[in-house]
Each structure stands twice: as C-alpha cells, then as structure tokens.
C-alpha cells in the first residue's frame, strides 16, 4: 500500500513531510560509547508534553527476533555498541528533544573489543556457511601455478535520499506505521510484537523509498518500533527522522569483506582449485548474517568452472554498529573478490584477463556452482559487445606496453584498464525467507479495470509504470485502467527477504502469468476474473547461473601524475538481461548505478572503527560533475524473460575499476603466485 | 549562543565605526563558513555581528594595467564569472574548488582571507600571486602584503578588530599553474591542505617560479624558488631532487607532518618534471 | 528579530532568531515543503533555493541575511513557464527525480535559464553538482538540463565558458 494523502503531507512520500496535528517529535539518545554495562542515565527535567522512554516501557518483547540473532529496541542494562539507542525523547517542539536528547547523559562502563577481520576467535562467529566440491588441497598440490591473494572492501554508506526515519500515528484502533522500508510486513511483525498487539491491528504504508542498495531491509523496522512506541505511549502522531550524521554513522553499511584465496591453475591456465576464506565484519547486530554468508558460499565461484572448489564464510560480530547488505547482500562482495582474482590469475598464467575467464567460464553441465548448469553462462555475447564498445584490447594492450617499457620502474605507469563480469539471478535469494509465498493476484472487473496485488512493489514510480504497461498491453487494455496495490493486508504472505531487490522480477514474472491467465479467460469467463499465481520455486534447486543476468564492465583511468590519484577517462557497460522491458529505464538505472559504484571506489571511505562526528565530512561521493562518460548497452538476445538489473553495476564496476588500477599503479595489492 | 546585536552598515565608514564599539564583533561576509563550523561563533559570550556581506564599496572589481583590484565582499562566483577568469591564475583555480555553485555564490574572497584559524585552500594562491590586502580598523587604512597577514610559526595573524576591504592582485600571466588539494583529509578536516605552483618560462627559461601550502600553516620559501630561477628547462633530476625534497624540508621545519610534507615533495617534483603539462 | 522578505514574489514577515537558518525558516514557519533541511552544512544542496535571482544554499543563509531578499522556493518556480519547460525536458529525457532532489536541480536550472543571472563562471553542471544526490543517472540529468536550457536560451549556452 502506497502511503495515501491523509493531510498529512504524505503525497510525495517523504517522511519529512508527515505534519499532523498534535504531532511529537522523536530523538534518539544514544549510548555515547560500548560495548559496555550502563551505568547511569540522566535526563533533564522534562516538561509536561514531554517523555522519555526506555527499555522499560516496551510492553511487548524488548527485542526484534530474526533467525540467529535479536537486537534489542532499546537497549537495557548493556550497550553492544557506542550510538546503541538506549532511550528516546518525545515531545511537541523538535528543537526542545533534540536539546533535552544533547542533555542526557548516558554513562557506560566501555569496554571496547577487538574488531578485526583478520583474525576472530569462534566467539566473534554470527554465521557460517560452507561449501565444498573435490578435493581441493590435493588438487592445490598437483597444480602447475596457485596464485594466493587477498583482496579488502571497506564500509560503504548508503546515502539515501532521504535520512532513515519512520511515523507512526492511530487511525481509529488502527496503528498506521509509514516506513521507508523494503520488507513492511517485518515492520509489522516487529511492531506487533514490541506492542504486544495483534498483526492486524498495524498498518505498514510505504513511504518513498529511492534506491535503497538493500540497505533499507531490517532497520527501518527498528525505527518503526521507536515510533510506534511514542505514538502507543503518548497517544499521539509520532515521528522519528534521523539526521543526516546519525543516519550516516548508525544506519547499516555495507559490511566490510577480507576475501583471502587460493587459486591452482594447470600448465594451460585452467582453474583446478579454488581454496577461498571470506570473512564479514558484521556489527554488533547481524540479523542479515546468516543471508550474507549464504550468498557469498553460493556466488563465490561466479561463472567459473573448476572441480574443486572451497568456501569457508564467516559473518564476523564486532563492537561496531550493525552493518550489513549493499545491493545484493554479499553477491557484489563475492564478485570483486573473485573478478580481482581473476585478473591476479591471469597475469599469473600470462593469459589476457579476457583470453583467462573465457578459458574458464563453465559449459553446460558443470557442476560448479552445485547444480548441473543447463545453459552455459551468457559471458561470450557480453564480453564481444564491451571490447566493441570500449576498444578494450588495443587499450590493454597499449597500457601494458607502457608498464613493461617505462624508463623509470620506481614510478607507475600511470595508465590502466580493467574489465569484470558480474551475473545477478533470481536463486541467489537469500537462505531465510518465505519464497514460496510470494503470490499475485489480478483481478479484471465488471468496468474492465484491472487491479495487480503483490506482496512488494517496484521502488520507482517509472517501474511501476512499466508494471502496468505491461499488464495492459497482455490483456489488451488502457494502461489507465490498471491498479497495482502492495497486498498488505494481515492474511498476505510475509515476501520475507525477497523484498531483497532481485525478488522483483519474480513478482514481475507472477504478474505477467496471472495476466496471462487472465487474457485467456477474458472472453470465454464472465467478469470479474480473478488469477492468482503463486511462485513455486523454492530454494535452490537449479543453478543461480541459470537464468541469471550477466554483465561485463570496461573501466579505463589514468594516474594523475602530481597528486597520484586515478582519473577515471571512461565507463563501459555491456548487458545481457534477457528482454529490457523498458529500455530508457533501464539504461538509466544502469548509468545511476554505475555512477554511483565508481564513486564507491574514489572517495568514498569510512572506517567504522574511527568513526565520528568528522567521518560524515571526509566521506566524498561523486558529484554529477566529477562523473566520467558511461557507456550503457543491452544485448538483444530474443530472450523473453526479463532479468534483474540493480546489482549488477555494483558488482562488476569495482572490480573493473580495481583491475585497472592494478595496471595504472602496477601493483597487485596483496598477491603471491607460487 | 547568543546574538545581541546585529548591525547593517551602510558605508564601510559605518561599519569601521561599529567595530570600534564592538571590537569583538564578527565580520558576517558570505557567512559560509560562520554557519557550517559552528566553532566559529563563541558560545559563551554575547555575539554582535556586523553584514558586510552586502556593502557596495566591497562589491566592486577594477581593473588597470598592472592589476585587479577585488573588493573584499566580491564573491567566489563572480570572481569566476570574470571575462577572463584564467587571468586570476591560481586564485581562479583554488575559488573554482572551494565548496559548490551555490557556495560560492555566497562565499567571497574576503572570507577566504580573513578565516581566524587556519588559512583556507585560496590563501595559497594568493600567496602565490603576492597579492596586497587592503585593511582598515578604527585607526585607519593601510595596504599590506598578503604575508603581513602570517604571523609566527607561520600561523595565521589576521589583526583583530579589523576589517579587510580590497585585495589587489598583480597581472602576472602565468605559463603554468596547478592548485590542488594536498593528500587525503578533505576541506574541512583541520589538515586538509592546498598545494598552490606557479612558473613563467620565457623561452626554455624558468622565469618565475612560486609554490605554497596552505593549512593550518602558510608554507612558501621565496629564498628556495629563488634557486631555480634562470634555470632552463628542463630540469635535471638534481634540480627537482633537491629543490622537491628542500621544499619539503621547510614543510617538516614548520611542524607540517611527516606524510603531508612527503607528498609535497612528490607534488613539487612532478610539477617541476612536466610543468608544460600544467599549462593554463 | 522581525524579518521582511519577498517570498515567490509576496511580501512576507516573521518573527526570527538572527541565525536560524533560512531553509528551517521556510520549511517550518512558511511551509516550504520543498526545502530540505538535511545536512546544514551546505554539502548536499537538497535546501537550495533562489536568492535575488541565484541558487544558494538556504541552510547557510541566517535569518538575519534573508531580510529584503528575493527568494524562491520550488513551490514559486513551478508557477513559472521554466518550470514546464523543465519538467518537459526531464520527460523528454525519461528522468525522473526523487522528491528530495527535484527542486533543488529544478531550481538550479531555472537560475542558468534566468536572463538576470551571471553565473557565467559556474556552468550548468558544476551548478547542478551543488545538489547531491544519487536517485539518478548523472549524464541523463545534464542532458535533460541542457535540452531545457537550450529551449529557453538557444545557442547562448555553452560549456566552456
Ligand atoms: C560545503 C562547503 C565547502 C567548503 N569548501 C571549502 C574549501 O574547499 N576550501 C576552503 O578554503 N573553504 C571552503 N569552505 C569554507 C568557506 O565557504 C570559504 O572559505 C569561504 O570563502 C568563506 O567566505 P565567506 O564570505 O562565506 O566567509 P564568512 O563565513 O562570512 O567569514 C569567514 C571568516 O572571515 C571573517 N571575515 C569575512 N570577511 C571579512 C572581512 N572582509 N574582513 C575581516 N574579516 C572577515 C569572518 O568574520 C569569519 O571569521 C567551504 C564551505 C562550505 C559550506
């Protein structure tokens, strides 16, 4: 359900717009150090209209409960991170809290611990996952060349357009909840639960999402919960809007990866072993852990053939803020790791970086990935389309010329171009979560209006127009005609973690069957036709190759000579996602997101572990001026279905970005071939 | 904090006479700086302002043949808006960098002088340019080289209690110019730092050459650049060599860090190796 | 302090510190819905408005500032014809801003189309950089911008000023 115009303010959907009468406004006072035991809390005098909650005055369960872990609403007794929300203060003038919030002073007993990836005790562990195939350290001994390599990706901000927050306010019995927030029926479960009130006595209305980077999926429930406990408190419109710091240094980031990895080749540069070690730093909080490390063992071997292959992936806890997923949960993280080791294998078999992953792509049949593949990954078309478009190889081949003949080797070449693949699938979706209950239901009335329902919706209004285009061209009726509505009510399945964004096309997929269905019946069947379609697919029972989008990316920069620094000349994108459905959007999207994740590779660093008031203001994203040409071009392949597209810049264009540098800079960061 | 009074004078004479009753009032310009660091505005005393922001004495630019003459409140956008702002040499190039589009509508020239603590990422320029400041307070009005306003350890020293209301800017033209941010730490970290060269060559020749650091130190050693002058391009190794790492040398001397005088050496050198590639 | 200031073209008064930030001002005391009050610190630019015919950012303006100015907000631009004109160039374009950035960048268009304006120096997309935000493709948003301009400006337009 689309937050609806109450008079509110609420038509854009931004939180910052919510303005009702008798409206309170919510601050978060935070534990100013930790981990560590509570020692005290004092808090000003307060005025009438005003509060402060702690943990004490949840009256349901204190804590939001996700498979293996739970994070406290407000922490109580013990903080497990400096910035942990140990209180809140509610009252009718936003600068009266946000004063009384400065005011109140919360002292800890901080103990810090160590957070390191590169070396954890079991204690630290939040998940787990493992994967095997083939003896690997044999295979290791037998192989002609092992490359050994470790490759770190760093804390990454979201930065959404808007700071996180959430309202909450009573309509009648109903408590109304507006949350930015891609899994509103975790918003209601938690609420209910934190209540103690039942489901369907909680309303969740979307607020304006905008690309939200998977990073949008547990916490906006945490906000709710503090909303709605104010509004539950004080019987009154409650709103909690986080300011642009506090969303930057609490708000989930993208968890920090050390992939370490053994790759042996034989004598002709064929994978034979792949020994990888991927850790997470995962906060103090992971309740996207278990999903994180179940991605990264099921993605770490890419499209990459070998027959013995080993995953160890570990979600790490640490006394730091939670973090957690950035487009695609670890899938980006699994593909730089793997696309830099790629190139790092290459240069160790004296193979062009193409010539290399070319040789290695699987064919039909592998096992690979832990299924037997049925289509051999779509890299060929991609690959020749992105040498076409960015002149790849007489560059490289330029470049290394360069490398080799430089007069002086103490100075770099100072140019380079990488390139990286990157696939994003449908069965990739995360371990937890209820993708059998994703359903859609379409129901075309007496008047030839056709209404969608489904659990989740496309976070762009242009997306949603391309829903009902879609569904009216199946049936053959005016795009006005067409409602989609998010199914929201208590009775509609939980999408669970396929809110995550590549669960969009599987509802897409539902919506045109339940079209489909309906088109077939439409003359032959009195009005009203109602079809619904349930996804059947569970788990993983083919591979994620199969069916997946593919994408090669070209990054082509140069060193500036006085201060060192890369200078990005230009961005190449080459996709192959099976039928675009609406081609501009698209190319769009995949322009915005590559923009964005080369800004990720410049000057976009935040160390959790010095993390302060300053770390907002040293934090550079790339402007729209400071943005290289990009290149965007989709294969048409005749492929029918549509692909998902929203990971797949983040995980190749860094890797590009990375392996270009390593020609620019000649250095391979942290590689040993043996 | 509290604001007890806030003055709008008409004239810059009205504005001197409210300094002389307020000496420790703050001179508002374009007021960006004054409003995104809150350190700026005591907390725990009485604050008067004085809006010189929107003097027309201060608006004007003039030009002769020897120089341009800006007046303190010009702003960063209208400098750049100039004809011919590569005239401006570094000055355009550090102005171009300071914040955004809409920063530097507010900002002006005079705010980037006249900063207590630290000299901002255009002083560097300026010092480059050795442009002259023009200062009043209730006694008077005199002009100044920029470096009057570098006070020991080569700190800032900008005179209390005045008021900056013209800087003049010599028309040198320059044959190569390059302004940068030195290292990492971005504005407005306390060391973020601007690097700022200069040369004029006149046929294969180094004519001129000037290079500055600004920060939370001034760093220019006219007695160095003084050395390569006459030198023909290009030049050898030795000379960058030694030139880079003396440079550098002066930085460490003013307690400038270890690794931001490193990368000066680095900046320095690779400047002096290809200073045709910094051409304007 | 008392305030006077000509708000999208109405005289309009209010009572204020001498250093609340304009932006604040507009949103709470005249319902400038449009104006963010995000950072407040003038790096995302989300609170840009016009002041005497140019884009600033409203959170680095004090109240005090604000008094015999010209502002315009988004809420004044889209009466105007430039406001179709850029609304027209961004469909053209098929680029649909997020709520958060779209006055801010609409704004910052409408200035370059102003005749009044000199921001000569600051051309179109360092102008449209004063505004941060990554709900859209960099390139498609210059393009849109560009298409508006050169409907309103023919040739007079160029990048390299
Ligand atoms: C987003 C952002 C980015 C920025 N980036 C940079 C950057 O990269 N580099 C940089 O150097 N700065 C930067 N700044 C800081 C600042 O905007 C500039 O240095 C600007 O030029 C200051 O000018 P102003 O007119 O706004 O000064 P104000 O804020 O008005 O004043 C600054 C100081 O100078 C004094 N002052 C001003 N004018 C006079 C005068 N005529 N006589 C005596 N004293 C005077 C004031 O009392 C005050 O102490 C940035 C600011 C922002 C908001």
């Not at chain 1, 379609?533 to 994620?544: A, D, E, L, M, Q």
Request: proline share 7%.
């Amino acid at each position: 359900m689309k937050a609806r115009s109450r008079g509110f303010g609420l038509e854009d959907g931004r939180l910052s717009s919510f303005r009702p009468p008798d409206l309170v406004y919510v601050a978060t006072v935070r534990a100013p150090s930790g981990p560590g035991a509570i020692q005290s809390i004092h808090s000003p005098h307060l005025p009438r209209d005003y509060r402060f909650i702690t943990a004490e005055d949840i009256p349901g369960q204190a804590a939001m409960e996700f498979p293996g872990d739970k994070v406290p609403i407000l922490a109580k007794g013990r903080v497990d991170y400096p910035g942990q929300p140990v209180g809140l203060i509610a009252g009718p003038d936003r600068g009266r809290v946000d004063e009384a919030v400065r005011l109140t002073k919360v002292l800890v007993d901080a103990a810090p611990e160590d957070g390191g990836l590169d070396c954890f005790g079991s204690g630290r562990l939040k998940a787990r996952a493992q994967r095997s195939t083939g003896d690997v350290d044999r295979a290791l001994a037998e192989a002609a060349t092992v490359v050994k390599a470790s490759y770190r990706l760093g804390a990454v901000d979201h930065y959404y357009p808007e700071p996180q927050g959430a309202a909450a306010y009573y309509d009648y019995d109903r408590l109304v909840i507006l949350s930015s927030t891609q899994w509103p029926s975790q918003v209601r479960r938690a609420i209910a639960s934190a209540l103690a009130v039942d489901q369907s006595a909680v309303t969740v209305l979307s607020g304006f999402l905008g690309p939200h980077l998977d990073g949008k999926l547990w916490y906006p429930s945490l906000l709710a919960c503090h909303a709605a406990l104010v509004a539950f408190i004080l019987g009154k419109p409650a709103m909690l809007q986080l300011s642009r710091d506090e969303d930057f240094l609490y708000t989930p980031k993208r968890a920090p990866l050390l992939a370490s990895y053994r790759a042996g080749m034989d004598e002709d540069g064929r994978l034979c072993a792949l020994d990888a070690s991927l850790a997470v730093n995962i906060g103090a909080h992971g309740p996207l852990a278990a999903a994180i490390v179940d991605t990264l063992a099921a993605s770490f071997t890419g499209p990459y053939s070998c027959p013995a292959v080993r995953a160890d992936v570990w979600a790490v806890a640490s006394d730091r803020p939670p973090m957690g997923a950035w487009a695609g949960l670890g899938l980006s993280s699994a593909t730089y790791g793997l696309e830099r080791l790629a190139d790092a294998c290459s240069r160790a078999s004296g193979a062009d970086p193409l010539a290399f992953r070319l040789l290695n792509v699987s064919q039909k049949g592998d096992t690979t990935s832990g299924v037997a593949l049925k289509q051999v990954p779509r890299l060929k078309g991609v690959s020749e389309r992105l040498l076409e478009l960015s002149d790849y190889r007489r560059k490289r081949s330029a470049y290394e010329l360069i490398r080799k003949r430089r007069p002086d080797p103490s100075l770099p070449p100072g140019f380079g171009v990488g390139l990286a693949f990157a696939y994003q699938s449908n069965d990739l979706l995360p371990a937890f979560g209820n993708l059998k209950a994703l359903a859609v239901e379409a129901e075309l009335d007496k008047d030839g209006f056709l209404t969608i329902r489904a659990p989740i919706l496309p976070t762009d209004s242009s997306a949603l127009g391309v829903w009902r285009n879609e569904a009216a061209a199946i049936i053959g009726i005016d795009p006005k005609a067409v409602r989609v509505e998010r199914d929201a009510g208590a009775d509609s399945p939980d999408a669970g973690p396929a809110a995550f964004s590549n669960a969009m096309n599987t509802v897409a997929r539902l919506v045109g069957d339940a079209c489909s269905d309906i088109r077939d019946r439409r003359f032959r069947e009195a009005l009203p036709l109602v079809a619904r379609k349930v996804n059947r697919k569970s788990g993983r029972k083919s591979s994620p190759l199969d069916g997946a989008s593919w994408a090669g990316a070209v990054v082509e920069l140069t060193l500036d000579p006085l201060d060192g620094r890369p200078r990005v000349k230009g961005v190449w994108l080459s996709l192959d996602a099976g039928r675009v459905l609406s081609p501009v959007k698209a190319r769009l999207s995949l322009e915005r997101d590559a923009a964005r994740a080369l800004s990720t590779c410049l000057g976009e660093r935040f160390d959790p572990d010095h993390a302060g008031p300053a770390s907002i203001r040293a934090y550079r994203i790339s402007r729209l001026d400071d943005t290289p040409p990009i290149v965007v071009d989709f294969l048409d392949t005749g492929d029918a279905r549509p692909g998902g597209l929203g990971e797949l810049a983040f995980s190749c264009v860094p890797a590009a970005f990375a392996n270009a540098l390593s020609q620019a800079s000649d250095s391979a960061d942290s590689e040993e071939t043996a | 904090m509290t604001i007890d009074d806030v003055a709008r004078p008409a004239t810059v004479q009205e504005a001197v006479a409210s300094l002389k009753r307020r000496p420790d009032a703050i001179l508002w310009a374009g007021g960006t700086l004054l409003m995104s660091d809150p350190s700026c505005i005591p907390a725990d005393r009485l604050v008067s302002i004085v809006d010189i922001g929107r003097l027309p004495e201060l608006a004007g630019i003039h030009r002769t043949e020897r120089y341009v003459e800006v007046g303190a409140a010009v702003t960063l956008a209208s400098l750049l808006a100039l004809p011919k702002p590569a005239l401006l040499g570094p000055l355009a190039m550090a102005a171009a960098a300071v914040g955004t589009a809409s920063v530097r509508n507010l900002a002006t020239l005079g705010g980037t002088i006249a900063c207590r603590n630290r000299f901002m990422s255009c002083f560097a320029a300026l010092s480059c340019m050795d442009a002259a400041v023009e200062l009043r307070d209730p006694r008077g009005v005199r002009w100044h080289g920029i470096h009057k306003l570098v006070g020991p350890g080569n700190r800032p020293a900008f005179p209390e209690a005045s008021m900056l209301t013209r800087v003049r800017l010599p028309h040198l033209s320059w044959d190569a110019v390059v302004v940068r941010a030195l290292g990492d730490p971005p504005y407005p970290h306390p060391d973020a730092s601007t690097f700022a060269a200069c040369a004029r060559i006149e046929q294969g020749v180094l004519a001129d050459l000037r290079v500055a650091v600004s920060g939370r130190i001034l760093v220019r050693d006219r007695s160095l650049e003084m050395t390569l002058a006459g030198r023909r391009l290009p030049l050898s190794r030795r000379e960058i060599g030694s030139f880079s790492s003396d440079m550098a040398a002066s930085a460490l001397a003013l307690s400038i860090p270890p690794d931001i005088s490193s990368r000066l050496e680095a900046y320095v050198s690779a400047f002096l190796d290809h200073p045709e590639e910094y051409a304007l | 302090m008392n305030v006077t200031f000509i708000l999208n073209g109405e005289d309009v008064a209010c009572t204020a510190g001498a250093l609340d930030r304009l932006s604040e001002l507009l949103r709470d005391t005249f319902g400038m819905a449009s104006v963010n009050t995000d950072c407040g610190s003038g790096r995302c630019g989300t609170c840009l408005v016009l002041m005497d015919g140019r884009p600033v950012n409203s959170c680095l303006v004090p109240a005090f500032r604000a008094r015999d100015c010209e502002i315009i907000t988004y809420e004044g631009f889209s009466r105007t014809d430039d406001y179709g004109r850029v609304q027209a160039a961004f469909d053209r374009h098929g680029v649909d801003l997020c709520p958060f950035c779209r006055p801010a960048r609409y704004l910052a268009i409408g200035s370059a189309m102003d005749a009044r304006s000199d921001s000569r120096g600051a051309d179109l997309p360092s102008v449209l950089s004063s505004v941060l935000c990554t709900c859209s493709s960099p390139a498609a948003v210059l393009a849109a911008a560009m298409d508006a301009l050169a409907g309103r400006q023919g040739p007079r337009y160029s990048r390299d000023h």
